[in-house]
């Protein structure tokens, strides 16, 4: 290290190009670190609160307002844990539909952060803004793929932000003939433009830098890349039920920060398509495992920047998953007499009973857990949400301690940018953290 | 099998691309305009008619017309910016306030039944006026003026806010000065160079001295105004038939279609604006 | 009289053929016993017994987003008025939608003449469908004399069991019927089952009013200070769903539309309802029809009393839409049965043979 | 002419609206075409100069560092357009008003809360002077659109002040009603063309209630299909809570 005595005080306000607000903060007084946080200021939202004494069938309309990026990923999480606590089983063709949906987001979401959000610092810009200029044709492309998974997304459950017609028990419509055409086309149409993503971003470089730690995602015995169904797994060898989510996050709280971290097995865990990514790489679609190979991703990747290149093989298994889905649901035609009618059950088609239900779905930034107590009516007496970036937020800290000593030689500016870009790269959703304040912040 | 658009020939909604050759900011919310359709052609209107002003991609309003059709070559209109006046919507009337010579403003129309002059000839007439009011009813006192000889007495009573308020000061002063017009004015709140009345414009009315039977009331202003103004032309004897009036209504087309106008059974843009009150009272929707 | 028949088993290809060259709407089932005129290429596509459809083809006519004119204002006030229209068949209109049809060619070719209407009128092509029996409960159609077809189509069919009966009105009907080739004409056998049909009919339907059809203005002349319209004011959540439904009801607002140029754009019309509380209301603030007892009144005397007056016609056309869609349970039959005994008019024989 | 100055800010909200934004697809790159983005702290890293055109304010106000915040940006911006229903209504962060603050504190964080500042929730409008507005949970963007070109035109845009039921009746939906279930429908703005309807699910409410309606007449409607009043009320309160600010202040204030 060129300088090692240096003094650098970083504080990035309002870390920009991540969903919701944060604040990284680094003091080092001649060469030693004396802070170096993570910090969330986003309001914090009482959701948890706020749906207590409403019905079990309200909720998923309600929590995934938590989040517009992974609105999908909540309402599912949310509708299974309902389901869980009344003891619904959802069919197999809703189970499918709500993959594909989860499928969906997952590339919708990982095309946003790649494009419009990692490709500016890896192309040097300020934002996506200027890229319309000098990449025209990129930033079409990716406005283009937006728009494609936002259209289906739009055909399967009305929109995607907030989607409607995915409720407990079921979907309130399903698509028609026309619809699966209307999709499948979509999706089809979208190839060619993956096809160009993959290359793209395989001229990208990111950061090297490495800390080994504990990933955690959805596992399962089964051939499939669990997104919605499994236990939770850890690369340090751990496997529990769903269930006991409680003991997989193990929140706490840190002295420096009141907001709220998890750990596992140790000081702390990733989630999100890296660590998905490094406990099921092998059960990738084949054309997903070809852009591993072919990009030099291998499970177990410890470079956190490299969660990009995960969302990008992620991007390639989603929509050949969600093309296989959708092929198999036309060749078998869907069910109609499955529409479930809406209403907080008014008609009660929905037998309701007491209980504790936990939902927990692999969204784009990882595992998201939701719990419900509900009384005999289905009236949720507690709830309670553990979000990705929650869990995520403890191990970035870690991350920006280690890399931190290794980047001081660089400028104020460079160092900045490493920082900002290593939070990015985890890609995260602050606006869903309910648990999350800077206390100095209310203090000051 | 797809839909198919093309140029519709005798489209109603056709607008013509007239020039504004003068404007005036009368009050801080009226302003005046003076129009010229394409090629000084003639608007060719009735005293108390309106034309459907356009200006696109903003909206289109109905105005009355408030010169006299003896005056050729050229319109004139009065806004009264609304989103100013009431402190919201005003679309099209702020978006006209910006508006100076030289611009150009869709129109259409004239549409309407104006004032009856044929059946006015040879009669008294008491014109009564309140605010806004003055703007058509102006049509209508210009042309009694510019054919003077054809018209019994003539009295003119007007009420305003405040002296500021009052629209072409100038030209009532100048009717004012006639020898053949009766004028008088009437403000609710004066201030201190005031030499007029101070009160409600109903006050005015029991201090006319007029024969009844050979009058005709014409009344224009505010809703609210009608219900008292007419009650007070019905003590002095005016036969129902000789109260006109000309009613304000939210209006769209202008072609007794879109249903905004309806009042009762009519259509106020094309039956009206103006009626006499032996119709209206009829009508309980009228006022 | 031009009859002529068409068997059952012929109606499918009879519908493809008719679409092969020109769209065809006609009602399609949604679920709910809910109905909607829509695109269809097969005859199977189309509901067998259909009450009358949530919208009426007034959607067709006056669509409820018409572009009346698009402009530039790159270079002063320049516009250029267009109508939009489709070649169509309207397949499987009932008799009281027929009705509704007659109302709104009268309300939009009396001058000033309202050409978007017109030409688009002009381009359709209209299948009546005869009820052989009551819809259902809603409906007021004999009332108002509509429950049978009174002209207003190109073709009408009626149901014979194993066959249709259909009245060939127009030229344009003749050609469809020479063109698809599917036809045989009509034998005394047919009209003979044609005229028990329409006999029958007389003793279904009945005045669904205890009114004689003659009384109905002045019911409504002097209703106008009833307390049924404080009743119904209580009740109405002013959603404008009666209007809407209403295949008589044309009211519109003109709206203008620019593109993100903000020079170039269009002038449009959509469907407005006097329900709505900011219909009436001008730039003052004021609203000449405030409660909505008043907005609920001006649209029964929209149908009742004032067209009697301007076209001598009633502009209800028994179709029981309003009634159907109304979430408050606002009834016309109950509304308009209730002003009869008010007035002393009520004629429980009224309309029965 | 320069192209205006638009800035994007957001407040406690799932910034869902703003990602409609990037849902545009390419129509996007039109309203770029249109509008200079100065700020948007979702996609850019930028910060904006002092005075700004346009600012474009997501989410409600739900503590003390977002008042004084807001009242900042106003004085920035010569127009401000409140998007979406948090910002234009409270949505759903108004929930939090139905319980007392402390107790929802609690709730959440334990014997920590007083380290979590909240004020109760408010509309944009509640707190500073609104220009326009794009209601929606989230926003509708044919409908932002028209706003947009509204403001930059200079133009009032009024929203829609009849029923969700007036487009739900133009795309031929079945009734909710007529399923025998409760639809906030006909006491909501429309402008959302059904949105939810269309999709067989019920209008929630979330673009505010028409401004006068008939609340005695709901009820009576509510009470002929059977439907308990209480989980009318919740639905009602989902989006509409921060409603009984405008009721409580509006005697108060003079427009
Ligand atoms: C026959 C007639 C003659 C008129 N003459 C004049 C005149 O000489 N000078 C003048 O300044 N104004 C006149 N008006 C009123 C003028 O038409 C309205 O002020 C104008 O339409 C408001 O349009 P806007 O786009 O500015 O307001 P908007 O933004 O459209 O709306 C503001 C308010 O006006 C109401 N409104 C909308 N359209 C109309 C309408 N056509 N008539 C009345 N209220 C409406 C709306 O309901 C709303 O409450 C006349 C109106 C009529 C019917
Ligand atoms: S008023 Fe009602 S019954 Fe009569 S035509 Fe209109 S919708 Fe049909
Ligand atoms: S479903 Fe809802 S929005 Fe649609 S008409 Fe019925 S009440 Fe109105
Ligand atoms: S239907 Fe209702 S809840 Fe749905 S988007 Fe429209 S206003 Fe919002």
């Known amino acids: 290290m060129s300088n090692p005595k240096r003094n650098i005080s970083v504080n990035v306000e309002y870390l920009t190009r991540v969903e919701g607000h944060g604040n990284i903060v680094v003091d080092v007084k001649n060469g030693v670190m004396k802070t170096c946080e993570l910090q969330i200021v986003e309001s914090p939202r009482f959701f948890e609160g706020m749906i207590k004494g409403r019905s079990i069938f309200e909720a998923q309309h309600i929590t995934c307002r938590i989040c517009g990026i992974c609105s999908c990923g909540h309402t599912l999480a949310s509708i299974q844990a309902a389901e869980d606590a009344i003891g619904f089983k959802p069919s197999k063709q809703t189970t499918e539909l709500r993959k594909f949906l989860l499928h969906m987001e997952n590339l919708d979401s990982h095309l946003l952060h790649i494009y419009l959000l990692v490709a500016p610092d890896l192309l040097g810009v300020k934002s996506f803004v200027p890229l319309i200029d000098s990449h025209n044709k990129v930033v079409r492309r990716a406005l283009r793929m937006k728009k494609a998974c936002n259209d289906v997304c739009d055909i399967q459950v009305g929109r995607h932000v907030h989607p409607i017609s995915a409720i407990v028990g079921g979907f309130t419509k399903l698509p028609r003939e026309k619809d699966l055409d209307a999709m499948l086309n979509i999706l089809y149409n979208m190839r060619p433009d993956m096809e160009a993503t993959v290359e793209l971003a395989a001229t990208l470089k990111f950061p090297e830098f490495e800390r080994d730690t504990e990933y955690v995602a959805l596992v399962s015995d089964d051939p499939e890349y669990p997104m919605l169904i499994g236990d939770v797994g850890s690369t340090d060898g751990v496997r529990k039920n769903k269930k006991e989510y409680k003991s997989i996050t193990n929140e706490f709280v840190v002295p420096h920060s009141s907001a709220k971290h998890t750990k596992l097995s140790r000081g702390s865990y990733a989630v999100g398509a890296l660590a998905r990514f490094n406990l099921n790489a092998d059960k990738l679609h084949p054309k997903a495992k070809e852009i591993a190979k072919a990009i030099g991703l291998k499970p177990k990747c410890i470079n956190p920047y490299l969660n990009t290149a995960a969302q990008l093989v992620e991007c390639v298994h989603s929509l050949e998953e969600a093309i296989r889905i959708m092929e198999e649901l036309k060749q078998s035609g869907i069910n109609y007499d499955e529409e479930v009618i809406v209403g907080l059950n008014e008609k009660g088609t929905i037998p309701v009973k007491p209980g504790n239900g936990v939902g927990a779905v692999e969204v784009p930034r990882g595992i998201l857990f939701h719990n419900y107590e509900v009384d005999e009516k289905g009236i949720i007496t507690k709830a309670n949400c553990i979000i990705p970036t929650n869990q995520n937020v403890n191990n970035a800290e870690q991350d920006l301690k280690k890399i931190v000593p290794e980047i001081l030689d660089k400028s104020d500016e460079e160092i900045t940018l490493l920082l900002e870009m290593l939070v990015r790269a985890y890609d995260p959703c602050i606006s869903c953290s309910a648990h999350f304040l800077d206390v100095k912040f209310v203090n000051r | 099998m797809t839909l198919k658009r093309v140029i519709l020939k005798d489209s109603e909604y056709e607008i013509k691309r007239a020039r504004i050759l003068r404007t005036k900011q009368m009050t801080e919310t009226e302003k005046y305009f003076e129009i010229q359709l394409p090629g000084g052609e003639s608007l060719d209107h009735e005293p108390g008619q309106f034309v459907e002003v356009s200006l696109l991609g903003i909206g289109e309003a109905p105005i009355s017309i408030s010169s006299s059709p003896t005056k050729r070559g050229s319109f004139e209109l009065v806004v009264r910016d609304v989103g100013k006046f009431t402190g919201q919507g005003g679309r099209l009337t702020g978006a006209l306030h910006k508006l100076e010579a030289g611009d150009e403003v869709g129109i259409r129309g004239p549409f309407g039944k104006g004032f009856p002059v044929r059946i006015l000839e040879g009669n008294d007439l008491l014109f009564v006026a309140a605010g806004l009011g003055v703007v058509p009813l102006r049509s209508l006192i210009n042309y009694v003026i510019d054919n003077r000889r054809d018209f019994g007495k003539v009295t003119i009573l007007l009420g305003c806010r405040t002296p500021q308020n009052m629209l072409f000061a100038d030209e009532v002063n100048e009717w004012n000065k006639r020898l053949d017009v009766n004028l008088n004015c009437t403000v609710d709140k004066a201030d201190p160079e005031w030499k007029g009345n101070v009160g409600l414009i109903t006050s005015l009315i029991p201090g006319v001295t007029l024969e009844p039977e050979r009058t005709f009331g014409v009344v224009v202003g505010p809703p609210i105004m009608y219900k008292f103004v007419i009650k007070e032309l019905l003590k002095k004897q005016i036969p129902e038939r000789q109260i006109l009036l000309s009613l304000e209504r939210h209006m769209k087309c202008g072609l007794g279609k879109c249903g905004h106008c309806q009042i009762n059974d009519v259509y106020c843009c094309q039956d009206g604006p103006v009626f006499s009150y032996d119709k209206t009272k009829n009508f309980p929707e009228a006022v | 009289m031009q009859y002529v028949t068409l068997k059952k088993e012929r109606f499918d290809d009879f519908i493809s053929r008719l679409a092969q060259d020109k769209k065809v709407v006609a009602p399609v089932a949604q679920d709910n016993n809910a109905y909607a005129f829509e695109p269809v290429t097969s005859g199977r596509q189309i509901a067998k017994d259909y009450i009358p459809t949530i919208l009426p083809p007034k959607k067709y006519f006056m669509p409820q987003y018409e572009t009346l004119a698009t402009f530039n204002i790159g270079n002063g006030q320049q516009m250029e008025p267009v109508v939009e229209y489709e070649r169509m068949i309207l397949f499987g209109v009932r008799t009281c939608d027929l009705a509704g049809i007659q109302c709104l060619n009268m309300v939009f070719s009396e001058r000033p003449k309202d050409h978007n209407y017109l030409v688009r009128k002009s381009k359709i092509i209209i299948i009546g469908y005869e009820c052989n029996d009551y819809c259902d409960e809603y409906a007021s159609c004999r009332l108002v004399h509509n429950h049978t077809p009174n002209g207003g189509y190109d073709l009408f069919f009626t149901d014979l069991g194993d066959k249709f009966i259909v009245h060939i009105n127009t030229q344009a009907g003749d050609e469809i019927i020479e063109k698809t080739k599917l036809f045989e004409e009509a034998n005394e056998k047919d009209l003979k089952a044609l005229e028990a049909l329409r006999e029958k009919k007389r003793k279904i339907f009945a005045n669904e009013v205890p009114v004689v059809h003659e009384n109905i203005p002045q019911v409504f002349e002097k209703s106008y200070n009833s307390n049924i319209w404080e009743d119904l004011g209580k009740k109405c959540l002013s959603c404008g769903n009666c209007t809407n439904v209403c295949p008589t009801c044309y009211c519109f607002d003109v709206i203008d539309e620019p593109n993100l140029d903000l020079k170039t754009g269009k002038r449009y019309r959509r469907w407005d309802s006097c329900q709505s509380e900011t219909f009436a209301k001008v730039a003052g603030g004021e609203s000449f029809r405030e409660e909505r007892a008043a907005r609920q009144r001006h649209r029964y005397y929209r149908k009742f009393k004032y067209p009697v007056d301007k076209f001598a016609r009633l502009f209800c056309t028994g179709c029981g839409r309003c009634s159907r869609t109304c979430m408050a349970k606002i009834n016309l039959k109950e509304t308009v049965t209730a002003l009869v005994a008010e007035q002393g008019l009520t004629d429980k024989k009224a309309g029965k043979e | ?255």
């Not at chain 4, 109760?120 to 949970?137: I, L």
């Not at chain 4, 279930?181 to 703005?189: H, M, R």
């Open chain 4, 1 to 255: 002419m320069a192209k205006p100055k638009v800035a994007f800010f957001d407040f406690a909200c799932c910034e869902g609206c703003q990602l409609q934004v990037a849902n545009m697809g390419e129509m996007l790159l039109d309203v770029l075409g249109a509008i200079d983005v100065v700020e948007f702290r979702e996609v850019m890293s930028e910060i904006g100069p002092d005075k700004i055109d346009v600012a474009i304010v997501e989410g409600s106000i739900t503590d003390h560092h977002a008042v004084e915040r807001i009242k900042k940006i106003r004085e920035r911006a010569s127009i401000l357009i409140a998007y979406g229903a948090c910002a234009c209504i409270g949505g759903v962060n108004g929930m939090k008003n139905n319980f007392k603050l402390d107790d929802i504190r609690k709730e959440v964080y334990g014997k920590d809360y007083k380290y979590f500042d909240s004020v109760e929730t408010r509309a944009v409008h509640q707190v500073v002077k609104v220009d326009y507005k794009v209601n929606g949970c989230p926003v509708y963007i044919p409908e932002f659109v028209k706003v947009l070109k509204a403001a930059l035109a200079g133009l009032p845009y009024e929203v829609p002040d009849y029923s969700v039921c007036v487009e739900c009746k133009l795309n031929e939906n079945v009734c909710m009603y007529d399923r025998g279930l409760t639809c906030l429908g006909p006491v909501t703005k429309a402008g959302c063309n059904s949105w939810c309807i269309n999709n067989n699910n019920i209008c929630y409410g979330c673009r505010g209630m028409v401004s006068n309606p008939n609340e005695n007449g709901a009820k009576d409607v509510i009470a002929k299909y059977n439907i308990p009043m209480d989980l009318v009320v919740n639905k009602m309160n989902m989006y509409n809570k921060c409603r009984e600010i405008d009721q409580r202040e509006q005697p108060k204030k003079k427009h």
